[in-house]
């Protein structure tokens, strides 16, 4: 796929707010509506596990089925509308310069890589685990039932037209970000993969940073 | 598999909502009486539904975008909920999701319960939500679904089609229980059917004995993954 790369306008030096987020750690963050949200793969091929919710009502959150359907396409990259479970516009993609952004693969737990690599692989850090502990530390009443089917920018999950999916090397490098525009108050939950079974990470997790510009659209 | 392990049949309504606990060892025959039918489920550890149906799991550890014979439905827990055991269809999609009610009115109108009685147009989602309920189970408890009898392909470029008459009048899907499922289920048209009216097709249950699974069952044989879910699923049952 040949995606229309758009870059930003935006200039770092005049975010509100800007977090290098190390390999294997969450970021859990409020944007409000007509902020803007920048996530950077600082040293390329780094996958960035991610969910988004009304702020107001933690039930209304993304979803990667209702997204895929109403843009008629499972890959998501700019222009794409982040549609939550009751049908609203949580975020927009407004620049992407990596291309194209998995929302199929879900995020890796302890016990899904039991099934896909062996039982011995229950011991190492996976995304659940960071996602479980920012929501038990936010004290805001979350539990593991509001860890739903997330997306992961920067991961390449390609389908092909006999319905085989795959996880491929990524088409990120150094610098790549994706930058997404508040449609409404969001709480915004990351976490920074440390998979290292498969190539989603080029089996070196990095850090990412990520940088909020606050009151653009007001 | 012989008629005389049939516990009960069933036929769910166009449009309407079940749901039901597919006790482990037991199976779940669904056939599109029509043809053309859609059967939107999500699954459950009836035990702890905190357990449930996990999508991407499903998906990537079987390398897959379809569901057909021989795949499985994986909890978040690394345990099977449902075995696909026989299939007349052999593709059954995983990726469209659930329609709604704006959804339904901008497609197809409204028709309320006041003028059109039974007769009133119904959707996916509140479907699965009025039967979550009763379970005591929520709108956080809804995750991504999977629709049986429909298929959705996804070209070069990442866009989906839709293919109409996927599923033939007396095609059939089984799936079996490897744990308590709460399986709760849908008649509603698939949200990416182009078809302008309202037809939602009635689909025929039935519950009947499994028979026992082997080393050599094709569920636990179609990926060297499967094997350690049939594994992991063993181990919470031992």
């Known amino acids: ?218 | 598999m012989s008629e005389s392990s049939v516990l009960w049949e069933e036929t769910v309504e166009p449009g309407a909502a079940w749901s039901h606990v597919l006790k482990r060892g037991t199976s779940l025959l669904l056939t599109d009486m029509e043809g053309g039918a859609n059967v939107g489920a999500v699954f459950y550890n009836f035990e702890c539904p905190a357990e449930r149906f996990n999508l991407p799991d499903t998906l990537k550890a079987q390398h897959i975008a379809r569901l057909t014979k021989g795949c499985v439905l994986y909890s978040d827990m690394g345990r099977i909920l449902c075995s696909i055991t026989e299939d007349s269809v052999g593709w059954h999609d995983p990726l469209g999701g659930c329609s709604n009610a704006a959804w339904v009115a901008c497609k197809f109108g409204e028709a309320p319960y006041q003028q059109f009685r039974n007769n009133c147009f119904r959707n996916g989602r509140d479907g699965f939500l009025v039967e979550l309920e009763k379970w005591g189970l929520g709108p956080r408890d809804l995750t991504a679904n999977v629709n049986f009898f429909s298929r959705v392909t996804v070209s070069e470029d990442g866009s989906m089609t839709f293919h109409p008459r996927n599923s033939m009048s007396r095609s059939h899907v089984e799936l079996r229980a490897e744990m308590n499922v709460l399986v709760v289920l849908n008649t509603c048209q698939h949200p990416l059917d182009p078809n302008p009216k309202y037809e939602p097709k009635p689909v025929r249950l039935s519950i009947r004995k499994a028979r026992p699974t082997g080393a050599a069952d094709p569920c636990r044989r179609f990926r060297p993954e499967n094997s350690r879910g049939f594994t992991l699923t063993e181990r919470y049952f031992a």
Not at chain 1, 76 to 100: E, F
Request: proline share 5%; with cysteine; charged share 20%.
């Open chain 1, 1 to 218: 796929m040949s995606a229309l790369l758009v870059e930003s306008q935006r200039g770092a030096h005049n975010a509100t707010y800007r977090c290098v987020v190390p390999a294997g750690e969450p970021w859990l963050h409020e944007v409000p509506k007509g902020s803007y949200l920048r996530i950077v793969d600082l040293e390329g091929n780094q996958a960035v596990d991610t969910l988004f919710y009304n702020a107001h009502d933690y039930t209304d959150r993304y979803s990667a089925q209702d997204t895929i359907r109403q843009q008629g396409n499972i890959y998501l990259t700019t222009g794409t509308s982040l549609i939550s479970s009751s049908g609203n516009v949580l975020m927009k993609i407004v620049a992407d310069t990596c291309g194209r952004h998995d929302t199929l693969g879900g995020a890796c737990a302890v016990e899904s890589n039991m099934v896909r690599y062996s039982l011995e692989k229950r011991y190492m850090h996976a995304c659940r685990q960071s996602f479980l502990k920012a929501i038990v530390e936010w004290e805001h009443g979350m539990d593991k039932r509001d860890i739903t089917s997330n997306i992961n920018f920067f991961m390449n999950v390609p389908v092909t037209p006999d319905g085989q999916l795959s996880f491929e090397d990524g088409v990120s490098g150094p610098g790549k970000y994706v930058e997404l525009r508040a449609e409404m108050d969001v709480l915004a939950l990351i976490s920074n993969c440390p998979q290292l079974n498969n190539p989603c990470n080029g089996y070196n997790p990095t850090p990412i940073e990520v940088l909020i510009w606050e009151g653009q659209d007001r």
